[in-house]
């Protein structure tokens, strides 16, 4: 969305060289609707509040699709997301949310503000689950 690669051309050969096998997959966004489907709950200015479904998604559908195409590590521990600014509010939400496939987390400027800050407290009652 902000242009930003994370540097990953450099990044992903990188960890190849130290051994390190992965698969990565990227996620477009919609877009306009980016705002809706990144947020877990709504923001009073902005809308949104879609997140949940998009999580659902990312673990009912396309993990799935992942695990079942390529020879993958199926455990919750081998499964990453990251996403920076809403990218990273989403992942956040991902990891804290039950059940998730999600084991770890990449969270860069997360847009923890957004929704009125209730991820913060979303993060505080789910932290004593993981």
Avoid: C
Wanted: glycine fraction near 12%.
């Amino acid at each position: 969305f902000g242009g930003t690669t994370w540097q990953l051309d450099r990044a992903i050969p990188a960890l190849a060289d130290r051994g390190f096998e992965a698969i990565f997959v990227g996620v477009h966004n919609t877009g306009a609707a980016r705002l809706a489907e990144y947020s877990p709950f709504p923001d009073p200015r902005h809308g949104g509040g879609r997140g949940a479904r998009y999580v659902s998604f990312l673990r009912d559908t396309l993990k799935l699709r992942i695990d079942a195409a390529y020879r993958t590590r199926k455990d919750r521990d081998s499964t990453v997301t990251i996403g920076s600014s809403m990218g990273g509010l989403i992942s956040l939400y991902a990891f804290f949310t039950r059940p998730s496939p999600f084991g770890r987390i990449g969270v860069m400027s997360p847009s923890a503000w957004f929704g009125e800050r209730a991820i913060l407290e979303f993060v505080r009652g789910a932290s004593s689950l993981v």
